[in-house]
């Protein structure tokens, strides 16, 4: 038995970037012919497309996780790796996708709209990529990114015209049954349909959908029955029909009583689609009453007795029988009259036109901030610092140098001294923390060196952490002692904090990883 699901969490994992490859061509009489490493091949994206051949969540239900490819690494002799596969997850017409905090991310609506779920990460340059006038033969490669991974909420709002609302055996699936060539479930107890029904009506040269929506019961809107689970498929319907059992044998109910719960619990559930996506609120909607098993005789007496008072609220309202088809004609034509009005008077939106916004000129592109859990300590955010971060092997000390250079170029070093960084204060650049030292010259001709190596961390005339740290306690003690009133301030009592070396990175970088 096939199982309907119109609510599912996935777990998108876009696919890693390939690593880039640091290689020297070599061949007969020439050993060093330069660097050829390749790049490394995109990670592949998720992406989700309405199909409209699928109607239903369930193969997200019973797989939740889905991944794309991982890019594939460079190689010798300028071969870039393959990009990894995407991934495409087909989805019905008329999917809302959400993030965990119920935000709406995309409303996919109309085969073939797309959205992309998670994107993939973008493979590391190879060190022929890398190659400059400063760097003739890098001996370092970039390292790929990882895929994004998101957790995405999916929700099934079906695309009808008309949605037809009403307490359990009512008659709205026998009425569906008889307007379209849909063949639901059709039972003599409550609570029959488990999940909305759409068939397409004909009405002369209109043609428009109807829905049968799972039975609603008073405090729907909290939660109560099934009605919270479905009115959902309500939020795109242009005209709401309210369906009213006139033969009922249930005490204290009656076709004034249900409509008034009916229109309470309309007015009391809150969409989810906004005014931007064209739909208003429920309680908006335009109405139609529809009057069912007129063909039982006190039925139709007391079809005709509400009959004015429905009237007077503004409503349209008909008397039908689905079981004797009596009136289905006069129905079929009114709510092909209330779809093509509401058809003219709200017109297909027109596709946004992507708009371009180009970054100002000067701007930075990073902020610096001062880190609250390290004193005298800083954090630098933003894409660029963060991604290079990401890309830059700190086993490598060229590596490290390249990223000196690449931050010194984007003015993190400059924005450090106009904050007041000390030399050693502690930097924090995405999951990697290190020791500030900005005496390193950046941007200038590399000399030959080894490869992998950078003559810029290895100055005689550099300290390491150790002798920092040593000399940070020194001053603390100084300070503590000349407070205490126990030393005379002197040249002779000044501690000297050594010199102090590289730009930007340091030895003593770490990653979290």
């Known amino acids: 038995m096939s199982r309907f699901v119109d609510r599912v969490t996935i777990h998108a994992t876009a696919g890693n970037g390939g690593h880039g490859c640091s290689s020297v061509h070599r061949e007969k009489f020439k050993p060093l012919g330069g660097p050829d490493g390749g790049n490394g091949g995109n990670g592949g994206n998720v992406t989700l497309v309405v199909d409209p051949q699928v109607h239903t969540l369930l193969d997200f239900h019973f797989r939740p996780h889905a991944k794309a490819g991982n890019g594939r690494p460079g190689a010798g002799s300028n071969r870039d790796g393959a990009h990894g596969d995407d991934l495409v997850l087909p989805v019905p017409d008329g999917t809302v996708v959400l993030d965990g905090d119920g935000t709406i991310l995309a409303d ?97 040269a209109e043609v428009f959908t109807i829905a049968d929506v799972p039975g609603l ?55 989810a689609l906004s005014s931007d996506h ?56 009114a709510l092909a009259d209330l779809v093509r009005r509401h058809r003219t008077e709200n017109p297909p939106p027109v596709p946004r036109r992507a708009v371009v916004r180009p970054k100002a000129v000067d701007e930075a592109g990073f902020s610096v901030i001062a880190d609250p859990n390290q004193p005298g300590g800083f954090i630098v955010r933003g894409t660029r610092p963060e991604r290079w971060i990401k890309q830059t092997a700190f086993d490598n000390d060229e590596a490290v140098g390249y990223l000196a250079d690449r931050l010194n170029r984007l003015g993190v070093e400059a924005e450090l001294v106009k904050r007041g960084a000390q030399p050693g204060a502690p930097v924090t650049i995405g999951a990697v923390t290190f020791d500030w030292e900005p005496q390193v010259p950046s941007g200038e001709d590399i000399p030959i060196q080894g490869r992998g190596t950078d003559v810029r961390l290895d100055r005689p005339d550099r300290i390491g952490a150790a002798d920092r740290k040593v000399a940070r306690k020194a001053r603390r003690h100084h300070a503590d002692d000349i407070g205490a009133g126990w030393v005379s301030i002197g040249s002779d009592d000044t501690v000297d904090p050594g010199a102090v070396a590289p730009a930007t990175t340091s030895e003593s970088a770490q990653s979290d990883d």
């Open 108 to 204: 996919l609506v109309g085969a073939g709209t797309t959205f992309a779920a998670a994107a993939g990460g973008r493979g590391g340059l190879g060190n022929a990529a890398l190659a400059s006038r400063a760097r003739r033969a890098p001996g370092f490669a970039l390292l790929g990114e990882e895929g994004e991974i998101n957790e995405l909420v999916l929700e099934l709002k079906s695309v009808a015209d008309v949605g037809l609302v009403g307490f359990p055996s009512a008659g709205k699936s026998s009425l569906v049954s008889v307007l379209s060539a849909a063949k639901p479930k059709i039972a003599d107890y409550p609570f029959t349909t488990l999940a909305p029904n759409l068939g397409v009506v004909t009405a002369g």
């Open 217 to 271: 019961i008073p405090g729907a809107s909290a939660g109560k029955g099934l009605g919270l689970e479905f009115l959902r498929h309500l939020e795109r319907c242009a005209v709401l029909a309210h369906v009213v059992d006139c033969a009922t044998l249930e005490p204290g109910r009656d076709p004034l009583s249900d409509i008034d719960a009916l229109e309470a619990e309309l007015a009391a559930y809150t969409p």
């Open 278 to 333: 064209g739909l208003e609120d429920l309680a908006t909607r335009p109405r139609a009453v529809i009057l069912n098993k007129i063909d039982v005789p006190d039925a139709a007496d007391l079809a005709d007795l509400v009959r004015p008072e429905l009237e007077e609220r503004g409503w349209p309202v008909y008397a039908i029988s689905a079981v004797s088809r009596t009136g289905l004609n006069e129905l079929t034509y």
